[in-house]
């Protein structure tokens, strides 16, 4: 099939050209508003005062795609924060202030946090745009603040960290992906909740969700059951307990649990076949589409309205449209039209989210190879028919984000189509059945039959899940997997996709040589590896440990490996390590003739004959380290993140007026020894 003969595809290609660069090169909105104004009237001119042989040239074509990448750089320009001139990084932010914010989001809370991204209204009494991170202490016995409460509070901003630790997720550059740079911190007690605030359709729907959870809770679900519907039908996946999330991951059925476009496509094909009797009527077709539509909007706006929602709907808005008109097939113009001119126009950031990209990459997949894989093999018995059917949009949504499941998330499930096989045959049946759950508990009218047949039918589905994921031989995990293998994976996808459609030399050629590029990087990688020596001081709390990393090999020298597993597992999988050997961390050890001491809670001081370079203080020893640093002359002095804070800040101060370096792995992150041999 050739993608490129559509427009609507060569103009999202260009969108997608114009946004990839106007993020990483940063034109300034002025500059973005002049080229893409100046290309647009360029192009127009060219339509009206050129005649109609020379406005379909290549050069009429050439000037259209570079006013969409204009329009691109200007959609990413105009979507950064920053830009905008009552943005509050344009004030003097520093110290204490007087915000009034607006929550707009309730995001899944930490073992020790409550968090919400909240929306600037103003700063010290003038008016101030931006988003805000605002984190309270958890407390089980203060009340949760909700989307559109407005408060009032005192406090400055804190910049939102790096990762402190190699191939640690950098939670800054994801937050900074939505428009946030800062966060507030308070607690319970120390703002002002304002009384009756002004009501969003966002608040609307989080108000709608929420009673429709308390009465949901109030029926004899079980928990387990309770949280798969709630994730299932009201987009709300925060009381999925960590062990059936863990499930539904490894049985490769996690995008169950997300409403997104399986959901809606399903419930779209439930609603096409309810509402077929309108047809009968007086422009029934046209009353249908606009019903259908409403329905669809409708279930978005009871899912919260959240983004993944709102994208899933907004293209299969097109697909009802495309049905209506009787173009079904002409699907590629439907996902490029979705995304061109309602996502990535209005919110060009969603490009970065993976979300988005797992989502268009599946549908992209299933609607281009899916028919391919139709055409390899029509069975002639009806029900091998649909075995088959489902088999293979359950290997081409695959094929569409195995690259981007590995390059994210190190992992890849086996069994993903038994899952499939046994689950998404009867999600209709479940999403029928929990909207009519949902519609009827909103009515209070739910009778206990019912709930007890939808627990029953939730309970077996996650039993199913269950049994798939402890089949751990099908499971692979911690798979290395870069940016570049990423890139050269789709290349091989692409050019597999295009030989089994039309098989021509040139496109063998390309698949092959895709093939010897992606294993030319991987042993490259492995050579790399292989080559590779770094000591660190990793930052963990409560805890000590040094990372000795040569060739594959690991040395984990800690005092408490227990509370390594997550840092160890992360940094395994990026450097490609196959063998860990953990150590008891000692007291002293020579990096390149150079002395490092390790000064714990006993405080013990090195020998004269000893005199570190480096020096570690771990567990808040109660030293004067005036005198100590008098006494040993150490040229560093670090602090790893099992002291107390109060010690750090008195540390630092000395440091600083006896002028030797001082390295706090809270703040600055990991410490790195230079292991090279000169």
């Not at 005649?51 to 009429?60: A, C, E, N």
């Not at 997104?260 to 094909?269: A, D, E, Q, T």
Request: aromatic share 12%.
């Amino acid at each position: 099939m050739r993608l490129l003969q559509f427009v609507p595809i060569k103009l999202t290609l260009s969108l997608v050209v114009g946004i990839l660069l106007g993020s990483y090169i940063n034109f300034g909105l002025l500059y973005a508003m002049v080229t893409a104004l100046s290309l647009f009237l360029l192009t127009l001119l060219s339509y009206l005062f050129l005649d109609k042989k020379r406005s379909d040239s290549v050069f009429f074509g050439i000037l259209v795609m570079l006013t969409t990448i204009g329009i691109g750089i200007l959609a990413i320009s105009y979507s950064e924060p920053k830009n905008r001139p009552d943005h509050y990084t344009h004030t003097n932010f520093q110290g204490d202030h007087k915000f009034y914010v607006k929550v707009k989001e309730v995001l899944k809370p930490t073992a020790f946090t409550n968090r919400y991204l909240v929306a600037l209204q103003t700063m010290d009494t003038e008016k101030a745009s931006g988003k805000i991170l605002l984190v309270f202490p958890r407390d089980s016995t203060k009340q949760e603040l909700k989307v559109d409460d407005e408060l009032i509070l005192i406090s400055h901003l804190y910049p939102i960290g790096p990762p402190l630790n190699p191939h640690q997720f950098n939670y800054k550059k994801y937050m900074e992906g939505l428009g946030v740079y800062h966060q507030l911190k308070s607690s319970y007690g120390s703002f002002v909740l304002m009384e009756n605030p002004s009501t969003t359709l966002y608040g609307t729907a989080a108000q709608l969700r929420n009673s429709i959870i308390s009465k949901l809770q109030k029926t004899d679900f079980g928990e387990e059951e309770l949280s798969i519907i709630q994730a299932l039908l009201l987009g709300q996946r925060n009381d999925i307990s960590e062990s059936v999330y863990n499930n539904y991951k490894n049985a490769g059925a996690v995008h169950i649990l997300a409403v997104s476009g399986l959901h809606i496509g399903i419930l779209l094909l439930l609603l096409q076949f309810v509402l077929k009797p309108l047809e009968r009527l007086p422009k029934g077709k046209t009353f249908k589409l606009a019903v259908l539509v409403v329905l669809l909007w409708g279930f978005t706006f009871l899912a919260g309205l959240s983004a993944s929602v709102v994208r899933a709907v907004t293209m299969f808005s097109f697909v009802a449209y495309a049905l209506y008109l009787n173009r079904p097939s002409n699907t590629f113009n439907i996902l490029a039209l979705s995304i061109l001119f309602i996502l990535l126009v209005i919110d060009p950031k969603l490009l970065f989210q993976v979300g988005f990209q797992m989502s268009y990459a599946a549908v992209f997949a299933i609607v281009w190879i899916y028919p391919l894989l139709q055409r390899l093999w029509f069975p002639k018995n009806s029900l091998l028919r649909k075995v088959w059917q489902l088999f293979s949009v359950s290997i081409a949504a695959q094929l569409g984000v195995l690259p981007i499941s590995l390059f994210y998330f190190h992992q890849f499930p086996g069994l993903f189509f038994v899952s499939n096989l046994l689950i998404v045959p009867f999600l209709g049946l479940i999403l029928g059945g929990g909207i009519l759950i949902i519609f009827l508990v909103l009515l209070n009218v739910l009778p206990d039959f019912l709930v007890e047949i939808y627990n029953e039918l939730i309970g077996w589905m996650n039993s199913i899940i269950e049994l798939i994921a402890r089949q751990e031989a099908f499971i692979f995990t911690d798979i290395p997997f870069d940016s570049v293998q990423l890139f050269l994976s789709y290349l091989i996808i692409v050019s597999l996709v295009l030989i089994l459609s039309q098989p021509t030399f040139k496109r063998i050629v390309a698949f092959f040589s895709a093939i010897i590029l992606f294993q030319s990087w991987l042993f490259y990688s492995v050579w790399q590896s292989r080559e590779q020596e770094v000591l660190f001081l990793a930052h963990q709390t409560r805890n000590s440990v040094l990372l000795h990393q040569m060739g594959t090999n690991l040395n984990v020298i800690t005092k408490d490996s227990s509370r390594t597993t997550r840092l160890v597992k992360n940094f395994q999988v990026a450097e490609r390590i196959k063998k860990i050997e953990y150590k008891e961390l000692r007291g002293n050890y020579v990096i390149q003739k150079q002395k490092l001491w390790v000064l714990d809670s006993l405080g013990v001081y090195p020998s004269h004959e000893m005199s570190p370079e480096f020096v570690v203080l771990t567990q808040s020893p109660k030293i004067n380290l005036e005198r100590f640093i008098d006494s040993v002359k150490p040229k560093v002095i670090i602090a790893d993140g099992n002291n107390y804070k109060s010690s750090i800040a008195k540390w630092k101060m000395t440091c600083e007026k006896k002028k030797v370096l001082f390295h706090y792995t809270g703040e600055k992150g990991a410490y790195y020894f230079d292991v090279v041999s000169e």
